[in-house]
């Protein structure tokens, strides 16, 4: 299984950018797939979070209504819309699947069982 994170960058506050997480070796829409980012000295943290099955999404506080979590069953890849960044939002973001996750546990580590490289953003103010 590869989950191959991309799309990152440096971008000044307030842009945008769009993550992609492309994945092979597995059956794409059989999981749940979530992002998530570690900003330098910190813990890795929730991002958000989109189940295996309908149209759920699920976000931190931190990043409601900037940013949107989707995903392309046809295309095996699952995308990251980041709006209105903040210097705040810099970290190596990345995007992990996972098959058996409750929707209640999906902002947790313990239900992804793979996981990408991460992609660094950098947004400078």
């Known amino acids: 299984v590869q989950l191959q994170a991309s799309g990152g960058g440096l971008v000044q506050a307030g842009g945008s950018l769009r993550l992609s997480c492309a994945a092979s070796g597995l059956t794409f829409s059989s999981y749940s797939m979530g992002w998530f980012r570690q900003a330098p000295g910190k813990e890795r943290e929730f991002v958000a979070a989109?189940?295996?099955?309908?149209?759920?999404?699920y976000y931190a506080d931190s990043v409601k209504g900037r940013f949107t979590i989707s995903r392309d069953n046809n295309k095996n890849t699952l995308y990251l819309q980041m709006n209105d960044l903040k210097p705040e939002d810099t970290a190596v973001y990345f995007c992990?699947?996972?098959?058996?996750?409750?929707?209640?546990?999906?902002?947790?580590?313990?239900?992804?069982?793979?996981w990408g490289q991460g992609t660094q953003v950098t947004v400078s103010s």
């Open positions: 989109r189940r295996r099955g309908g149209t759920m999404t």
């Open positions: 992990a699947a996972g098959a058996q996750i409750l929707s209640t546990s999906l902002s947790g580590e313990q239900g992804y069982r793979y």
